[in-house]
């Protein structure tokens, strides 16, 4: 595919808007169609980016000519849902993590694009953040092996609010989505299928209905491990921090920054074309799009995490 590649983004909200700031900076996309569960908001980001068609109603969009893809960036209990209706109405499509948050949806998502041979891809953006790509170059030069990873994910959450301090209208979920990012990222970077896992988590919250602290450990095939530590209880630093351990260095990823054990700040700027790990992602799944290939982060790819994370669900719920 050689022409402009039409998209429709799905989800107005804060993660929709980091895709339609990235896909300004990706030649030959177009992005024809804005679906959003406000339309005043929603009508507001297609004038502020430029995008033709508003809808509140998915099934609208997919019916608008010359469709090729949507990325959907909607709250995380419509993903495989919707990830199926599009692959359906013969778009390809890329789902922003989770994928699901149940096993048996991931499944059905994978089938279908087994099915119909669409790119279908999910925003694990941490393969694609320079930080994390330059740990994984050094691994793929045999230069370094993991031997354990640290990490910390970590936000002050007491009302449900999203990532712009606006209200949600939906639960976002330590497991289910924060701890996708790691559980993906340690499995990839060590080359090893995950064969343990363990997770403790704290009391639920009478609002939200969630766990607010979890804890959860894990060991590859081939002997790394990684300990992960998630809280919406923390009061800062915010976000997420990568400790890798291995047999030749330690590297510290905190976004996308990467400094060594000793605090020596490593320059990522020439890693790849941007320092945006969602413009990286986005490039990945248009790519993919054009040379007719399974994209980094494939739902099929990615499938072993979530079964990862429905073990994790089950043991919780079993106490």
Same mark, same amino acid.
């Given at each position: 595919?050689?022409?402009?590649?039409?998209?429709?983004?799905?989800?107005?909200?804060?993660?929709?808007?980091?895709?339609?700031?990235?896909?300004?900076?990706?030649?030959?996309?177009?992005?024809?169609?804005?679906?959003?569960?406000?339309?005043?908001?929603?009508?507001?980001?297609?004038?502020?980016?430029?995008?033709?068609?508003?809808?509140?109603?998915?099934?609208?969009?997919?019916?608008?000519?010359?469709?090729?893809?949507?990325?959907?960036?909607?709250?995380?209990?419509?993903?495989?849902?919707?990830?199926?209706?599009?692959?359906?109405?013969?778009?390809?499509?890329?789902?922003?993590?989770?994928?699901?948050?149940?096993?048996?949806?991931?499944?059905?998502?994978?089938?279908?694009?087994?099915?119909?041979?669409?790119?279908?891809?999910?925003?694990?953006?941490?393969?694609?953040?320079?930080?994390?790509?330059?740990?994984?170059?050094?691994?793929?030069?045999?230069?370094?092996?993991?031997?354990?990873?640290?990490?910390?994910?970590?936000?002050?959450?007491?009302?449900?609010?999203?990532?712009?301090?606006?209200?949600?209208?939906?639960?976002?979920?330590?497991?289910?989505?924060?701890?996708?990012?790691?559980?993906?990222?340690? /499995?990839?970077?060590? =080359?090893?299928?995950? $064969?343990?896992?363990? #997770?403790?988590?704290? !009391?639920?919250?009478? +609002? @939200?209905?969630?766990?607010?602290?979890?804890?959860?450990?894990?060991?590859?095939?081939?002997?790394?491990?990684?300990?992960?530590?998630?809280?919406?209880?923390?009061?800062?630093?915010?976000?997420?921090?990568?400790?890798?351990?291995?047999?030749?260095?330690?590297?510290?990823?905190?976004?996308?920054?990467?400094?060594?054990?000793?605090?020596?700040?490593?320059?990522?700027?020439?890693?790849?074309?941007?320092?945006?790990?969602?413009?990286?992602?986005?490039?990945?799944?248009?790519? /993919?799009?054009?040379? =007719?290939?399974?994209? $980094?982060?494939?739902? #099929?790819?990615?499938? !072993?995490?979530?079964? +990862? @994370?429905?073990?994790?669900?089950?043991?919780?719920?079993?106490?």
């Amino acid at each position: 595919m050689t022409r402009t590649i039409k998209v429709a983004l799905a989800g107005a909200g804060a993660f929709g808007l980091k895709h339609l700031d990235a896909i300004r900076l990706i030649d030959g996309v177009e992005v024809i169609s804005l679906v959003g569960r406000e339309r005043d908001k929603t009508e507001a980001a297609a004038k502020h980016y430029g995008v033709g068609h508003v809808t509140t109603e998915l099934s609208e969009t997919l019916e608008q000519p010359g469709l090729d893809a949507v990325i959907l960036a909607t709250p995380t209990q419509m993903h495989a849902a919707q990830a199926l209706q599009c692959l359906d109405a013969g778009k390809h499509v890329q789902v922003e993590i989770p994928l699901a948050d149940r096993l048996a949806d991931a499944e059905a998502v994978a089938a279908k694009q087994k099915e119909t041979g669409l790119v279908a891809m999910v925003g694990h953006t941490r393969r694609f953040n320079p930080s994390h790509q330059f740990v994984r170059q050094r691994i793929l030069a045999g230069e370094f092996h993991i031997q354990q990873m640290d990490v910390q994910t970590y936000f002050f959450r007491r009302t449900n609010m999203n990532a712009l301090g606006q209200p949600r209208s939906w639960t976002d979920h330590l497991l289910w989505h924060h701890a996708a990012h790691t559980v993906d990222l340690f /499995a990839w970077q060590a =080359g090893s299928s995950i $064969v343990k896992a363990n #997770a403790i988590e704290g !009391p639920i919250h009478p +609002t @939200l209905g969630i766990a607010m602290d979890m804890s959860i450990q894990l060991k590859a095939e081939n002997g790394a491990i990684c300990t992960l530590s998630l809280s919406f209880n923390n009061d800062g630093p915010l976000g997420t921090f990568f400790r890798y351990i291995g047999d030749s260095a330690t590297y510290i990823a905190r976004y996308d920054d990467l400094f060594t054990g000793k605090e020596e700040k490593i320059d990522v700027s020439k890693v790849d074309v941007s320092m945006n790990g969602i413009e990286l992602q986005d490039r990945e799944f248009f790519a /993919a799009i054009r040379e =007719g290939r399974e994209p $980094v982060a494939s739902v #099929a790819d990615v499938l !072993p995490c979530y079964r +990862t @994370l429905a073990a994790l669900e089950a043991q919780l719920a079993a106490g």
